[in-house]
């Protein structure tokens, strides 16, 4: 099979055109990897080409070994995502160590993948263990108010996660875990890889500073669903702080646990104040 026509494939590149649509991906910012299964490899195994050769990643992965990943290209567009996927996006194959890559399909124009797949891998790995293999995707965008949040609250998983939940009802029912918060860091490499990861085992999302939101996930619904929610209460949150109003009313840490407790979640006990 053509790997243009796999409905997983086509599933990635509608989840690229939903971001760009949501406004989260400026030029080339953002990117998204998802892990394949045995047999969507298996599927679309005839297109590959192996005579790209082995990149090292700087980190390393030993539980991702021989996986492959379709990963955005490093300076390509979401927008461009579905007008030219095959320049656009690339699927990678892992070698044996789990410490490198090479390319065998997409990318014809040249390039490699994100810049940001130290990130990505290492969070697969950590992911990967922590949902015992269900995790398959990891999403990194650049939504304006969660990033605009950074600059007003203090750079904490709880003041982070508390005032997320507060600023909608669904979120403790759709991220009863709390969202993750890495401070400034350079983009790229292997340090901001390494501080994410130790987040995201117990995350399923973090938030950089001044930068964005890494969200993972089993599937693209998911994913794009965890990342929708965050943003959309910290849009609700940056409205109400810049409309100038006192906070008349919220949700209550008994309001919150009353969620807990009905939607059957539980939530991070240490986020909640004394009962
Ligand atoms: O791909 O978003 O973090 C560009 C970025 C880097
Ligand atoms: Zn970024």
Redesign the pocket.
Known sequence: MKVLSHPTIKAYIRMCQDGWEQGWHER????LTYRLKADEVDAIREEFTFERPWTELGVSAPNLSGEHFIA?G??KFFRNVALCPEESICICEMNERGDGYRVVWGLTAGGRP???FPSHIMNHSVRVKATNGECRVIY?A?PANIIAMTYILPLTAKAFSRALWQSATECPVVFPDGVGVVGWMV??GADIALATSELMKEFDAAVWAH??LFASGPDFDITFGLMHTIEKAAEIYMKVVSSGKPVMQTITDADLRAIARDFKVTLREEFLDEK
């Open positions: 080339n910012g953002g990117n955005t490093s300076g994100t810049s940001e990194h650049h983009p790229g930068h964005g």
